[in-house]
């Protein structure tokens, strides 16, 4: 028996696609009798015609990978996209280096490692960008041997 004018003019009166309207098998007899839009109205009433729920696309692993960002997690470096200052800017990569080094330096200075006139002139290399790191500092010390002597 072929029901597709029914299923049709139900998809038509409950504004859903033809794919959602499911008609109870062991009624079918009751379809074939159904002509008119109340007809198949009563039938959903009894039970006889559903209307099927939509499937939606399930959260759980956006949910999960959200959990692992917020651990820290799935920030390597084949996650990135876009330059390295992208992700942040270049003047706040300036400052943090910058201030590291001052710090680095100040330290250095205060337990007497190293001289007033060395330190000045640390503080005009790290200005100029001569210094990669606070590590750089270091190794540059060491090879010019300008440690203090005590």
């Not at 015609?49 to 399930?58: A, R």
């Not at 060395?118 to 960008?129: D, E, N, S, T, V």
């Amino acid at each position: 028996m072929n029901l597709r004018n029914r299923k049709r003019i139900a998809s038509s009166i409950f504004k859903t696609g033809k794919g959602r309207v499911w008609m109870d098998p062991t009624r079918l007899k009751d379809f074939k009798d159904a002509i008119t839009k109340d007809d198949l109205r009563k039938l959903s009433m009894q039970g006889a015609l559903l209307i099927k729920q939509k499937k939606g696309v399930s959260r759980f692993w956006a949910r999960h990978t959200i959990k692992q960002k917020r651990k820290g997690a799935r920030k390597g470096v084949g996650s990135r996209k876009g330059r390295q200052t992208a992700r942040s800017g270049k003047k706040i990569l300036w400052v943090n280096k910058i201030r590291a080094q001052r710090e680095e330096m100040t330290e250095y200075l205060n337990k007497n490692l190293i001289t007033q006139e060395i330190y000045a002139q640390l503080r005009k290399k790290a200005k100029g960008g001569f210094f990669r790191s606070t590590r750089h500092i270091k190794l540059y010390l060491t090879e010019h041997n300008l440690w203090n002597k005590k």
